[in-house]
């Protein structure tokens, strides 16, 4: 049985492919602290991916910060659509708390559910 609170492989973006088509995608919104690009999939589940440059801070700031994004992702991940989510990381996030990380990663959920 599967726990709601698991990210398994199966909804991560692993692929350089599943990347660069959704950076030509159409469907963006911008929240505080990051550029949220998705896509619809034929896959059935929500797939994250995450993208954070050396710009955003150093190696420990870019994995708190990706392992926050996750965790946002897991509690959230079955109430969205079937979609290839990227999250480009911008140099905001950096200073933002988890609460800021909820709220505004919860605009950007909506804003997708919303468009689908």
Avoid: C
């Amino acid at each position: 049985m599967t726990q709601v609170s698991t990210f398994p492989k199966s909804s991560r973006l692993r692929k350089r492919a599943d990347f660069v088509v959704l950076s030509n995608s159409a469907n963006k919104h911008t929240v505080k602290g990051f550029l949220v690009i998705w896509n619809l999939n034929s896959y059935g589940i929500a797939r994250l991916g995450i993208t954070a440059t050396k710009k955003t801070g150093s190696a420990v700031d870019r994995n708190k910060i990706k392992r926050r994004i996750r965790e946002v992702f897991r509690h959230r991940r079955l109430s969205l659509p079937a979609v290839d989510i990227n999250i480009v990381v911008r140099r905001d996030a950096s200073v933002m708390d988890f609460q800021s990380f909820e709220i505004e990663l919860e605009k950007a959920f909506r804003r997708i559910g919303a468009s689908t």
